[in-house]
């Protein structure tokens, strides 16, 4: 089964930052390209940023470019967010999502078809 | 960046009915070298994480109930729910994937009349 969970979470204050993880089964991880993905408190959703299969290209929303930065480690199966410069509208639940195609060893996008269930970051003083 | 625009915001459907949201893309979604729409749909119940209902504008993904069809080309697409069923109640997000960033519709919240 294919299975997603993230993880790091926490309340933190404007300014901080946080490393956010999402762990990666019953798929093989190093084939697909990852997504990050929020959700504000009862609003839509928002895509956050997008990571090759090999981790060498990087997409960002224009919200979040210059202070996130996301990672992965095929190795350990695992995603990461790393949050600087957190501001008061990063508060959201952040989801990973699987890209729904395996690209290896092509650079090609897709929907995205199995998330995570999400961990909850609330930045507040 | 592409803006997608969905309608209505909310969507009050009796049991058994025909359920229609629409989504409207700034700009085409068509990639011309393959033919492809580059358009997903989302169903989001509350308190779970987004579910992929379908790609490509028009196909359904693995076990999603075949009363649920998506249509259109280039700007314009639709999710149809053929009949209501009472766990269909959600809502519903368009979502492009033509290029970066990725936008998400506004969605659309799905009720029992």
């Known amino acids: 089964e294919v299975q997603l969970v993230e993880s790091g979470g926490l309340v933190v204050q404007p300014g901080g930052s946080l490393r956010l993880s999402c762990a990666a089964s019953?798929?093989?991880?190093?084939?697909?390209?990852m997504h990050w993905v929020r959700q504000a408190p009862g609003k839509g959703l928002e895509w956050v940023s997008l990571?090759?299969?090999?981790?060498?290209?990087?997409y960002y929303a224009d919200s979040v470019k210059g202070r996130f930065t996301i990672s992965r480690d095929n190795s350990k199966n695992s995603l990461y967010l790393q949050m600087d410069s957190l501001r008061a509208e990063d508060t959201a639940l952040y989801y990973c999502?699987?890209?729904?195609?395996?690209?290896?060893?092509?650079?090609?996008?897709?929907?995205?078809?199995?998330w995570g269930k999400g961990t909850t970051v609330t930045v507040s003083s | 960046d592409i803006v997608m625009t969905q309608s209505p915001d909310s969507l009050p459907v009796s049991l058994g009915e025909r359920a229609t949201i629409n989504c409207k893309s700034s700009?085409?979604?068509?990639?011309?070298?393959?033919?492809?729409?580059?358009l997903a749909w989302y169903q989001q119940k509350p308190g779970q994480p987004p579910k992929l209902l379908i790609y490509?504008?028009?196909t359904r993904d693995s076990g999603v109930p075949d009363r649920f069809s998506g249509s259109g080309s280039g700007t314009d697409f639709t999710l149809t729910i053929s009949s209501l069923q009472a766990e269909d109640v959600a809502v519903y997000y368009c979502?492009?994937?033509?290029?970066?960033?990725?936008?998400f519709g506004q969605g659309t919240k799905l009720e029992i009349k």
């Open positions: 700009q085409s979604l068509l990639y011309s070298s393959n033919n492809k729409n580059y």
């Open positions: 490509w504008a028009s």
């Open positions: 019953g798929f093989t991880f190093h084939d697909y390209a």
């Open positions: 979502q492009q994937y033509y290029s970066t960033p990725y936008t």
């Open positions: 999502a699987k890209d729904g195609i395996a690209a290896r060893p092509n650079y090609y996008y897709y929907y995205m078809d199995v």
């Open positions: 990571i090759s299969w090999d981790g060498g290209w990087t």
